[in-house]
């Protein structure tokens, strides 16, 4: 468990440093906020293909999708019998996604 909260915190800091170097970006960019903040970190940081998500909600403050890209937790959590619905909820979906959202908007 210590790995995991390990690797949580140098992810963190590696998106952090990722976002202060990227977010003038956002400026270039076309859409809403939310929009702006999933192509920058979908499409760009993560470097997920379109047609590797599906946009099954959006709105001007929110976007809902799924993703079928390669995923190291979803692995990791097969290995270790682990379930992913509880894992990414409790770890990285919510807080993750809130915490970038935040300072990717804030330019």
């Known amino acids: 468990m210590v790995f995991v909260w390990l690797n949580i915190f140098l992810e963190r800091e590696k998106r952090l440093k990722w976002i202060k170097q990227n977010r003038h970006k956002l400026k270039i960019i076309k859409g809403s906020d939310v929009e702006k903040a999933y192509k920058l970190f979908y499409l760009e940081y ?62």
């Open 46 to 107: 993560l470097n997920v293909k379109e047609k590797e998500i599906e946009i099954v909600e959006k709105s001007e403050k929110r976007i809902v999708l799924r993703s079928y890209n390669f995923c190291p937790v979803l692995e990791a959590c097969k290995k270790l019998n682990l379930d992913t619905r509880i894992i990414c909820k409790k770890n990285y979906m919510k807080n993750l996604h809130r915490f970038l959202f935040n300072k990717l908007i804030q330019i």
